[in-house]
């Protein structure tokens, strides 16, 4: 999958230091992931892109982790992803399942490791209690509304899962289900074959 990189400043009073922290901007798929009546849904679109070619139809970017409770999704280089999801499950056993401690030093471990650092790919996480989002620069997002979503197809996503969650009566699965259909009918990194995880 492609990735374009842009940067931005920040300043550490403490230190009294200026820091240049990238941001990816990922293209090339769509992840969606809700928390709704009591049940979480992540999904996810099966398009693999590379530059300008559709290299893949079915690709699967949402797995469930920790004995099916944690689902996690993810945009950006497969290769990349995977070894972060290999990173946040070892970090998973080593916390017994503390989502929001495994969190916390995955994204730590992302910061500070040198081959970490150079994985270009952002994950969202998420139980029936909590929502994450986290990226490479060590950042660390809990959406205010309990819904994630990432890729180019992301800000699509987020707009229908809003406006379905609001003004209709479907399940978590159905809204998740919808968003990345309407997404896939416009956004051109995103396709109709869709992957959803239920807990």
């Known amino acids: 999958m492609s990735s374009r990189s842009y940067y931005f400043l920040t300043y550490d009073a403490t230190s009294d230091n200026l820091f240049l922290n990238k941001i990816m901007k990922i293209h090339s798929t769509t992840i969606l992931g809700i928390r709704y009546k009591g049940k979480a849904a992540m999904g996810g679109d099966g398009q693999v892109t590379f530059e300008n070619t559709i290299m893949k139809h079915k690709a699967n970017k949402v797995r469930r982790l920790y004995h099916d409770k944690i689902l996690a999704g993810f945009a950006g280089g497969v290769a990349d992803a995977l070894t972060l999801f290999e990173r946040f499950e ?9 989502l929001e401690r495994a969190v916390i030093e995955l994204a730590k471990d992302w910061r500070t490791d040198k081959m970490l650092r150079r994985l270009e790919a952002i994950l969202g996480i998420l139980d029936k209690d909590h ?5 490479g620069s060590g950042d660390i997002i809990q959406p205010d509304d309990g819904i994630i979503a990432l890729g180019s197809g992301g800000p699509y996503a987020l707009a229908a899962a809003r406006a379905l969650v609001k003004y209709s009566n479907l399940s978590a699965k159905e809204i998740v289900e919808q968003s990345i259909k309407l997404t896939a ?15």
């Open 185 to 199: 009918s416009i956004c051109l990194y995103t396709n109709e074959n869709i992957v959803i995880e239920t807990l």
């Open 131 to 135: 929502s994450y989002i986290v990226s």
């Open 90 to 98: 070892n970090k998973l056993d080593e916390f017994h399942g503390n």
